[in-house]
């Protein structure tokens, strides 16, 4: 059983309330703009993401990237899993992302979590996506049961779960 409805359609472009970012779902063809977003982070997204997924790591190259930008991009597609990326109003910079995955941990029908490049830390796109998240969450997607990692609930917390079957 899948753990999307069949007809679910995802969305493919979400604006940011009160600024002029948006999200649509990341292709391969972002990696240009995708990975200096991720490198230039790096040292607070492996504080947030290293224990549970051991990413972004240090040594990661452009081409790494781009095999994952495309791993997503296809992933997206077959509904497997989903990775927004938070883009300015030209496309022209990647702020952060947002992942909505099946649940890898007992407890909920689908796991969430985001982040934003260090330059949009403690700002208003933050707070502005904070807000978001979870409302879009709420009205566009199927889930009962939503779990937001690192908010909600620990990463320590969440990796001590026991796993899905």
């Avoid at 679910?8 to 240009?32: G, K, M, Q, W």
């Avoid at 051991?54 to 509904?79: C, F, N, Q, S, V």
């Avoid at 952060?96 to 982040?115: I, L």
Wanted: glycine share 6%.
């Amino acid at each position: 059983m899948s753990w999307l409805p069949d007809d679910f359609v995802h969305p493919v472009h979400v604006p940011v309330p009160h600024t002029a970012l948006h999200l649509r779902p990341i292709r391969e063809a972002d990696t240009a703009l995708d990975y200096p977003a991720v490198m230039g982070s790096r040292e607070r997204l492996w504080e947030i993401f290293g224990p549970a997924w051991g990413w972004p790591p240090e040594t990661m190259t452009y081409e790494e990237d781009r095999a994952d930008l495309l791993r997503h991009e296809k992933e997206i597609a077959a509904h497997e899993s989903f990775n927004y990326a938070l883009l300015d109003e030209e496309e022209t910079a990647i702020l952060g992302c947002v992942y909505v995955d099946p649940p890898e941990r007992t407890g909920s029908d689908g796991e969430v979590s985001w982040w934003v490049v260090d330059d949009l830390v403690g700002g208003e796109a933050e707070r502005a996506l904070d807000a978001l998240v979870p409302q879009w969450i709420a009205a566009d997607w199927p889930f009962r049961q939503p779990r937001f990692l690192g908010r909600d609930i620990t990463w320590q917390d969440w990796l001590a779960l026991p796993r899905t079957s």
